[in-house]
């Protein structure tokens, strides 16, 4: 398998996360109690320079998948808060796409202008993508769709994401990913796969152990 199979911005992602300490290595456990050789903590960003490329990664994605057509940005609490500001941001900067964003409260305020939405507040026929880092099963999107559909007839046809593992979700034969598709009909759109990581880390020459280690893990839970 050649290293040109992975397009130049994939790369560069993945070289990114890893220099981010967001990409690690060794032995970890997942919310579903699975024992991982990889795991992506997007909580490791923590300097100006990296939010910002970040933010620049999710935009680019952004851009050639939808282009201007959509109307906000949601993130969902906590992680996607500051992964959606920093989209809205570099998509404005680096491709004169001005769109509003808005994340949701952990707890409803009932003081102040109370509501449990922050930010913009999505109107009816908006079309609403959400930002947020991986999926493991469809959580974060059954707690909010009700908060973004509570707000009027909005549509959620799209999300971005830093990483799909490609893990067989709670159904049988589909992956977390064909699970949100299939149950709510939003498209999740990834940054890079596990697979993207596997073939870079085989063309960078990393150990075979741990190369070993992740076929083994994917064989299992990956489809």
């Known amino acids: 398998m050649g290293f040109s199979m992975l397009g130049k911005s994939k790369k560069e992602f993945i070289a990114f996360m890893m220099g981010a300490q967001v990409l690690r290595f060794g032995s970890f456990t997942t919310k579903s109690g699975r024992q991982t050789p990889?795991?992506?903590n997007t909580g490791n960003y923590r300097t100006g320079a990296q939010i910002a490329a970040l933010g620049d990664f999710y935009a680019q994605l952004i851009q050639q998948t939808?282009?201007?057509?959509?109307?906000?940005?949601?993130?969902?609490?906590?992680?996607?808060?500051?992964?959606?500001?920093?989209?809205?941001?570099?998509?404005?900067r680096k491709y004169g796409i001005d769109?509003?964003?808005c994340f949701n409260r952990?707890?409803?305020?009932?003081?102040?202008?109370?509501?449990?939405?922050?930010?913009?507040?999505?109107?009816?026929?908006?079309?609403?993508?959400?930002?947020?880092?991986?999926?493991?099963?469809?959580?974060?999107?059954?707690?909010?769709?009700?908060?973004?559909?509570?707000?009027?007839?909005?549509?959620?046809?799209?999300m971005f994401i830093s990483v799909d593992r490609c893990e067989v979700g709670k159904t049988p034969g589909k992956t977390a990913v064909d699970e949100v598709r299939d149950s709510f009909g939003i498209n999740v759109h990834a940054?890079?796969?596990?697979r993207d990581i596997r073939e870079y880390?085989?063309?960078?020459?990393?150990?075979?152990?741990?190369?070993e280690a992740m076929d083994r893990y994917m064989q299992q839970y990956c489809i």
């Open 38 to 40: 990889y795991f992506v």
């Open 66 to 92: 939808l282009g201007e057509g959509f109307d906000c940005m949601f993130g969902p609490a906590y992680k996607g808060i500051p992964l959606a500001s920093a989209a809205a941001a570099s998509l404005y």
């Open 99 to 101: 769109k509003p964003f």
């Open 106 to 158: 952990k707890e409803r305020k009932d003081h102040g202008e109370g509501g449990e939405l922050i930010g913009y507040l999505p109107q009816d026929g908006d079309r609403v993508i959400i930002i947020e880092d991986v999926i493991t099963a469809g959580t974060a999107i059954r707690e909010t769709l009700p908060i973004l559909q509570g707000c009027g007839n909005v549509q959620v046809k799209d």
């Open 191 to 194: 940054l890079v796969s596990v």
């Open 201 to 211: 880390l085989e063309e960078s020459g990393t150990d075979a152990a741990l190369l």
